[in-house]
């Protein structure tokens, strides 16, 4: 696959929420979903529910700037995320005490960086010195009709990669981040 490839789920072209892919490399996932634009929004900042549905993202806790879990799990601004991926996803269903594989499971401390209520986008970034890798991760919910005029919730899903070791996260994860976003 070229370096600058762009993963994309087979969703029908549909215009997309989230601003412009700024990486080397770009992961892109999207679904559509029966259900409306706010309560896919609200499930996708209840990082508490996450273990619930959530075959990829274990868990995603909001923390203080050590890291340390926070009481009140509100997502805000500037918080970091401690978040526990499983990185091929889980075979699903997936509940609470689902176990994880130990052997793809990923812990990552990352800062809170978008919240933006009025578009329904959201942005986490992986803290790492940019010099190694620099990579977001974007996530957007809009409203689209389907074929037959039913109002449906359109989720996308970007993470971007720069730096030294983007070919080496592609190599390693591409694929497998790629299932992870239509898990």
């Known amino acids: 696959m070229p370096r600058n490839a762009i993963l994309r789920s087979e969703t029908p072209k549909i215009p997309s929420n989230l601003p412009e892919a700024t990486g080397k ?12 634009k706010d309560a896919v929004w609200n499930a996708l900042l209840n990082f508490a529910s996450y273990p619930n549905w959530n075959p990829f993202v274990r868990s995603q806790l909001v923390a203080n700037e050590f890291a340390i879990p926070l009481d009140n799990q509100i997502s ?7 978040i526990m991926s499983q990185i ?18 990923h812990i990552t401390i990352e800062d809170i960086t978008v919240i933006n209520t009025e578009n329904y986008r959201v942005a986490w970034f992986f803290l790492s ?13 809009s409203t689209v009709a389907d074929d037959d005029g039913v109002e449906k919730s359109y989720y996308e899903s970007r993470e971007t990669f720069n730096g030294p070791l983007e070919s080496v ?5 591409g694929d497998d981040i790629a299932e992870s976003f239509e898990a």
Do not use: M
């Not at 805000?76 to 401690?82: D, I, P, Q, T, W």
């Not at 091929?88 to 499971?105: A, Y």
């Not at 010195?129 to 919910?141: C, E, Y």
């Open 25 to 36: 490399i770009n992961i892109n996932g999207s679904s559509l979903i029966n259900a409306p």
């Open 169 to 173: 996260v592609q190599d390693l994860f």
């Open 76 to 82: 805000f601004l500037g918080a970091k995320l401690v």
């Open 88 to 105: 091929p996803p889980l075979p699903q269903p997936v509940h609470v005490p689902t176990p994880p594989d130990l052997l793809t499971q």
């Open 129 to 141: 010195p940019d010099w190694v890798l620099n990579t977001n991760r974007w996530s957007a919910v």
